[in-house]
């Protein structure tokens, strides 16, 4: 019969270290991770557990403040037919013998995977590669550059991700229109444009660093809609997912022509900025003008990024 595999820890936050004991346990039998002690978000490490080992519900032992309270964990996993106990601190050893079964202690001086999750809840950014990926996805912030055309916005989110790294998600909007049939836009194809571009956004967010940079969202696409068709589109309003941030860029610099755009006036370049900014005003949304030539609005974004690392906190 397989082993049901007892791993108990504060998993604040999961790491590599812990996916490491997980997965080891796995050649066990079942895994059963116990949480102890007490958390501000108790939600977010069963959260994480549940994403990264859905074998179990995780044992939720908040009034276990560590794992040298080796007598009180034994009696919480009682009835759970533990037959294994393991994890790196020695402490496994006496909860074993509590339970009568055997133990597993497992990389006591963090040889293979050198982590602190001391040193992670100090930095979360600096130590981002320990994190494990649900609670790397969870603590992720994000920032959206939108603008009017040619107003530098794609060009300063390639800036970004080459200082800060990536990946970035691009705009899907351009290839689109690189490709697409001439002719008028019809409301299917803004709607495509936005549902692929939120799909490739879920698809490249979990390889990107503590902030997720975007050129582009579907509430731009909605006000495309509005500039293109005369009208909201529905379909694109129910894809708008709010970020921690915009960048909203100015449109008073000079225009580049560009055979793939469409408003080179400065009435529609006007217009197409108060949509944008009277769009985010109606969402509630957190945003920021970005203006001045395009130095400047690099040395803001830089300070857009910046501010958000600090808000990177481990619940």
């Given amino acids: ?29 079942k895994p059963l991770p116990m949480i102890l002690g ?10 994480w557990l549940a994403h990264h080992c859905p074998d179990t519900p995780p044992l939720e032992a908040p009034d276990i403040p560590d794992i040298t309270h080796t007598q009180t964990i034994a009696q919480a ?17 006496q909860i074993a013998d509590h339970l009568n079964c055997a133990h597993t ?97 879920a698809a490249l967010a979990q390889y990107a660093g503590p902030v997720l940079i975007e050129d582009t969202d579907p509430l731009l696409t909605a006000v495309w809609a509005e500039m293109l068709l005369g009208h909201p589109l529905p379909e694109v309003e129910d894809l708008i997912e709010l970020p921690d941030l915009y960048a909203l860029l100015h449109w008073d610099v000079p225009w580049a022509d560009d055979p793939l755009r469409y408003f080179a006036t400065p009435e529609d370049r006007r217009r197409f900025f108060n949509l944008i900014e009277a769009k985010l005003i109606a969402y509630g949304a957190h945003y920021r003008v970005l203006d001045g030539n395009y130095e400047a609005r690099e040395a803001q974004a830089d300070a857009l990024y910046h501010a958000l690392i600090p808000d990177l906190r481990i619940p």
């Fill in 1 to 29: 019969m397989a082993d049901t595999v007892l791993i108990p820890g504060r998993f604040l936050p999961l790491h590599k270290g812990h996916l490491s004991l997980i997965d080891t346990a796995r050649t066990f039998g």
């Fill in 38 to 47: 007490p958390s501000p978000d108790w939600a977010a490490r069963t959260g």
């Fill in 77 to 93: 996993a009682a009835g759970h037919d533990v037959t294994r106990v393991i994890g790196s601190h020695p402490a496994v050893v």
């Fill in 105 to 201: 202690v497992l990389d006591p001086d963090r040889f293979a995977l050198p982590i602190a999750a001391a040193a992670i809840r100090a930095n979360p950014a600096a130590h981002w590669q320990d994190l494990a990926p649900a609670a790397a996805m969870s603590l992720q912030k994000h920032l959206i550059l939108v603008g009017p055309e040619s107003s530098g916005k794609s060009t300063l989110a390639r800036k970004l991700v080459d200082k800060y790294g990536g990946p970035l998600v691009p705009e899907y909007g351009r290839p689109f229109e690189e490709y697409r049939p001439k002719g008028d836009y019809r409301a299917e194809e803004l709607i495509e444009i936005a549902r692929t571009h939120t799909a490739h956004r």
